[in-house]
């Protein structure tokens, strides 16, 4: 079994160390681990955010552990070379279409929500990000105007063969779940959306043991931090998934405590190959300072155990570890505490 360790800009490196302490921890026998550099480092080096070599490590892995891309000296490169286009070229590249980002409260935490307690109480949910389409992939650019007024445009789309499989993905997830999907969309101004919704409601047929509804995102937001405990799994597109996922790390209590999977359809010798990042970004204004916390990127290597290498019970030991030590009242200053990103790492590894 192979994983390629590519850890990235700012945070990234320093939260990826604690996952591989946690899965050195693990002492899983056959088990190789490839760094490869992504990002603004690899631009630095490389002239290129994903150059091939990163490429070629990803292709012949079994699963990626990913920590984060973003540089702000790299901001006025021209769109290709920023860093954010190695963790999109992956995706792409790879075909990882399906993006699972639970968010549950952990025992014990529920003050630290921004919510109120009673209400965070209750979260358990999953969103299901589609991850290959939408805004974020279509044409786009700067222009002229006749007038001479400059303009930005970005087309979305989806195509409805890319709605029914995450819409299958999701479904499914449902039925593993407490089997009640959420859709979210804008299909009250968006063709883009109407045509999501109508996809989904023909997938839909398949599945008539799950409970489907359907949200506008706006709308969607609210009930996120109105009553959370209502949703189950929620399916949506890039753009929504993207900032639904970083709201709803609030409702738990810090976006460092937020996994993510994102699969397609490529096959290992155990699951699904994958890669695994935290929802979080490359954080320079913490980045370098040990004030990082490194549970979403533990609580990711847990997922990569999970559904690439087929390893539930060791994916259970490490959330149970992650899940004590919360418990305990170990926090980072992302929860109110003083634990550094390391001392983080060793309580996780304490209890593991
Ligand atoms: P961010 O997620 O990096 O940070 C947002 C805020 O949350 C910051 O105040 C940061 O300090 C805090 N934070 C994030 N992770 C934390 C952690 N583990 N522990 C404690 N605090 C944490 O989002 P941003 O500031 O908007 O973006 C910074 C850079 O990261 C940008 O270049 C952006 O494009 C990139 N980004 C990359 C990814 C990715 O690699 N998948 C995801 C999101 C953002
Ligand atoms: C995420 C990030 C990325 C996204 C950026 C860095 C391209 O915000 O993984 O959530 O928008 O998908
Ligand atoms: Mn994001």
Not at 50 to 67: H, K, M, N, Q, Y
Not at 266 to 274: E, Q
Request: aromatic share 4%; hydrophobic share 45%.
């Amino acid at each position: 079994m192979r994983i390629a360790v590519m850890a990235g800009d700012g945070i990234g490196p320093e939260v990826t160390a604690e996952a591989v302490r946690v899965l050195e921890a693990l002492a899983l026998p056959e088990l190789e681990l490839v760094e490869a550099e992504v990002g603004g480092a690899a631009y630095k080096r490389h002239g290129h955010p994903l150059p091939e070599v990163t490429l070629e490590a990803a292709r012949s892995s079994d699963a990626i552990l990913f920590g984060a891309v973003g540089d702000p000296s790299c901001d006025a490169l021209e769109r290709r070379l920023r860093p954010e286009q190695a963790i999109l070229g992956l995706r792409r590249e790879l075909g990882l279409f399906a993006n699972l980002r639970p968010a549950k409260v952990f025992p014990g935490l529920e003050g630290a929500s921004a919510l109120r307690p009673e209400i965070a109480r209750a979260i358990d949910l999953l969103i299901v990000r589609e991850l290959n389409g939408d805004v974020y992939f279509g044409d786009k650019g700067t222009r002229r105007l006749d007038d001479g007024r400059r303009q930005g445009w970005d087309l979305m789309s989806y195509a409805e063969d890319e709605v029914r499989r995450i819409a299958h993905v999701a479904f499914r997830a449902a039925q593993g779940r407490r089997r009640r999907l959420t859709s979210v969309d804008k299909a009250n101004v968006l063709e883009t959306s109407q045509l999501w919704r109508d996809v989904v409601c023909e997938v839909a047929a398949d599945y008539p043991d799950v409970a489907l509804e359907h949200l506008y995102v706006d709308n969607a937001a609210m009930q996120l931090v109105r009553d959370p405990g209502q949703f189950d799994v929620i399916v949506t597109g890039n753009l929504f998934g993207d900032i639904l996922s970083d709201q709803a790390s609030m409702c738990v209590g810090s976006i460092g405590l937020l996994a993510s999977a994102a699969l397609g359809e490529r096959r290992t010798a155990h699951g699904a190959f994958g890669l695994y990042e935290p929802i979080h970004g490359s954080a320079p204004d913490i980045a370098g300072q040990n004030r990082a916390n490194p549970m979403a990127a533990i609580l990711s290597l847990a997922m990569l155990l999970r559904h690439s290498l087929g390893l539930e019970g060791e994916a259970r030991r490490v959330e149970a570890a992650v899940a004590r030590a919360l418990g305990d009242g170990v926090r980072g200053a992302d929860l109110g505490g003083s634990a550094g990103t390391r001392a983080l790492g060793d309580a996780v590894l304490e209890r593991l």
